[in-house]
């Protein structure tokens, strides 16, 4: 009812506030221009590369990182935990996921830079942004990963019961395999959220418009450039980063219907 | 739960040394990673904790929020919030009901509805921030506001609260709904006196997640609810909820991490509470 013309009005917002932009200055100098100085005497200029590549660094370094500590919680705390530790684990996976992006941000700056500034200044860079994103998207995938495990496998554990497997071969020989899908739907989920968050990133990776050649150079990711221009941004410059936006969806809407698509496919 | 304790005897005789070998490389990932981030996590609480005292609640920022305390940021913030969920419960809930009473579950409407919401879940936040600042404070010449941030969070919200609401009322019992036909109540009637009573724990779950979601967001109420740090004396009144408080504290204010982890550690605290209410108010009504 109200809510498609709401979803509606949503993208027709972000389209008619990008259209400036892409009217103004041709959808293709995004991507050509050398980098984004906006406000530069004369026309400025609106490389969007090196913002688009921070993100989607971000998003696929801290995912490669979440995944393997994701199952290896829900694994040890599914099989080997004993039922309190266990529930103890389940309990602070759930807290870190509760937790504010804000304070996230507070402790990287307070923690995470000052640690990576005495190996390599300045501190604020790809690799603080990265450990910042992966407690932030663990839970994500755990939940989801141990929802699964929990509703869909019984018949997995007593079988393997009955044939006398031990608990690694069942973790990781048959647990595994069948929890694939969940475990990619989970990623996806993850990977949406890491592409989209906006507080944290921005409150370590130091915001430096530049490629990200070291893991340890600040970057500013495409959320994070939204967040600080707006509240000055005029004219073409609003557009354009209205049109981070849309490029913003672009990418995690397909991410997120492949996410939904696949868990209705259900494990194998 | 007790599916894993189960498992972990019946095995226990069937320990091998690949079995230890991955228990011990399972649990010291799991360990190793929680302790890290709890350690992390502590410095800036204790801080924060140290730096709390009544007149942190009481006190007016002075110097930029370096020092004093955050009375307007809580009016603000409490406002903000109870303005959203004014929104949100009834629009999320009349949505909820539409999907799980008065339409066919498969028909054309309730799907396109269902898919959009879903959609419109999955959008960032930062774009609802965008969207916010062009509708509310632009179209609407709200400005920025109290208003315009509600109204942008109540956006942000609404979509994830009726997908959640409905699938709360589609797991009431379906005989409660065959007894209320059967005594020959109304519509109305059996939702008002039977689903929604038995669906309020259900429903309160969801509100203590929508209040966490609304009160950690950031982004999209920076750019529509303003910066300003005076307490807001009317709804077109711009105001700086306490998440945007600890983002400036932590960034643009030289000195400002002590109030920024005291302020961190009242938010935390503020859904802590929140959460531990509503959970007992479900309790008391399950009784």
């Known amino acids: 009812m109200a809510v498609v013309a709401l979803l509606g009005g949503l993208c027709y917002f972000l389209v008619a506030e990008s259209w400036g932009a892409i009217a103004t200055l041709g959808l293709h100098r995004f991507f050509v221009d050398p980098s984004w100085y906006p406000q530069a005497s004369g026309e400025g200029t609106f490389g969007l590369a090196p913002m688009l590549l921070t993100s989607l660094l971000l998003g696929a370094l801290s995912l490669s990182l979440a995944v393997p500590i994701s199952v290896s919680l829900v694994f040890f705390q599914r099989l080997y935990a004993g039922r309190r530790l266990g529930a103890s684990l389940r309990l602070f996976v759930e807290l870190l996921g509760a937790v504010p992006s804000v304070v996230y941000g507070l402790v990287g700056l307070s923690v995470v830079v000052p640690m990576i500034n005495r190996a390599s200044p300045p501190g604020s860079s790809l690799l603080a942004g990265v450990l910042v994103l992966v407690p932030m998207i663990v839970p994500t995938i755990a939940i989801v990963l141990d929802g699964s495990l929990e509703r869909e496998t019984r018949n997995l554990f007593m079988n393997a019961a009955a044939l006398g497997l031990s608990r690694a071969t069942l973790a990781f020989r048959v647990l595994l395999p069948s929890l694939r899908p969940t475990i990619a739907a989970g990623c996806v989920l993850a990977l949406g959220r890491a592409f989209g968050e906006t507080m944290a990133v921005l409150m370590v990776t130091g915001n430096v418009i530049q490629y990200p050649g070291s893991i340890t150079l600040p970057v500013r990711a495409l959320t994070s450039n939204i967040a600080l221009e707006m509240p000055y941004a005029l004219g073409v410059h609003r557009s354009a980063l209205y049109l981070c936006g849309l490029i913003l969806v672009m990418f995690t809407l397909p991410l997120f219907v492949l996410a939904k698509w696949s868990r209705r496919r259900g494990p194998a | ?287």
């Open chain 2, 1 to 287: 739960m007790s599916r894993g304790a189960v498992y972990a005897d019946a095995s226990g005789s069937a320990r091998s040394a690949a079995d230890r070998l991955a228990a011990m490389v399972l649990g010291v990932i799991s360990a190793g990673v929680l302790l890290v981030v709890g350690l992390a996590f502590s410095g800036t609480i204790i801080e924060g904790m140290q730096n709390l005292s009544l007149a942190f609640f009481l006190e007016h920022p002075r110097s930029a929020g370096r020092a004093g305390g955050i009375l307007p940021v809580l009016v603000s913030t409490a406002t903000v919030l109870l303005l959203t969920l004014a929104f949100v419960v009834p629009v999320g809930i009349a949505t909820a009901l539409y999907l799980s009473e008065f339409s066919r579950g498969d028909s054309r409407a309730s799907r396109n509805l269902r898919t959009a919401l879903d959609v419109l879940t999955s959008f960032p936040s930062i774009v609802f921030g965008l969207f916010g600042n062009a509708l509310f404070c632009g179209l609407l010449g709200l400005g920025y506001s109290v208003l315009s941030g509600s109204l942008t969070l109540a956006v942000m919200i609404v979509p994830f609260f009726a997908r959640a609401a409905e699938r709360i009322l589609r797991d009431v019992d379906f005989e409660l709904r065959l007894n209320a036909e059967a005594l020959g109540m109304s519509r109305l009637g059996a939702i008002g006196f039977i689903i929604l009573p038995s669906a309020l724990p259900g429903l309160l779950s969801v509100l203590v997640l929508a209040i966490g979601r609304a009160l950690a967001e950031t982004a999209a109420v920076l750019f529509t609810a303003g910066y300003s740090l005076r307490a807001p004396e009317s709804l077109f009144d711009p105001g700086r909820v306490l998440s945007v408080h600890i983002y400036d504290l932590a960034m643009n204010v030289v000195g400002g991490e002590r109030n920024a982890s005291s302020s961190a550690v009242v938010l935390m605290l503020f859904m802590a509470t929140l959460s531990l209410a509503i959970m007992g108010i479900k309790h008391r009504w399950k009784r």
